[in-house]
């Protein structure tokens, strides 16, 4: 069964970076491309960043873009989300997803997820 977990979230202080990881469980990335989401409070989920299988980056929105970075490791096991200079609107519930095995669109962005991880809470403190 394939599975995301993500895993970082926590209580980080406003004006800091932190570092999110989304895990594949039985399987690796390599062709599959990861999106990442969140959502906050009051609001419906968004998409942030996604990279594809390629590693091509494509930004779901231009609004949080350059606070953001996402990347893979060597081991295609393991996507990442950096944020930087976090802001208390950046506290939420961060996802990040795949489509699924048989889609034909697994390896492009952008991701509009078939496997979803369980979600990782970041709390930003002011």
């Known amino acids: 069964q394939l599975q995301l977990v993500e895993s970082g979230g926590g209580l980080v202080q406003s004006g800091g970076s932190h570092r999110l990881s989304c895990t594949a469980s039985g399987f690796t990335l390599d062709n599959y491309a990861v999106g990442w989401f969140r959502q906050v409070s009051g609001k419906e989920r968004e998409g942030i960043f996604c990279i594809s299988a390629s590693g091509v980056i494509h930004p779901y929105s231009v609004s949080v873009k350059d606070r953001f970075t996402i990347f893979r490791d060597d081991a295609k096991i393991t996507a990442y989300l950096q944020i930087d200079n976090l802001k208390p609107e950046d506290t939420g519930t961060y996802y990040c997803?795949?489509?699924?095995?048989?889609?034909?669109?697994?390896?492009?962005?952008?991701?509009?997820?078939?496997?979803w991880g369980q979600g990782t809470q970041v709390t930003v403190s002011s």
């Open positions: 997803a795949i489509d699924n095995p048989d889609s034909p669109y697994r390896l492009t962005c952008p991701v509009l997820g078939g496997i």
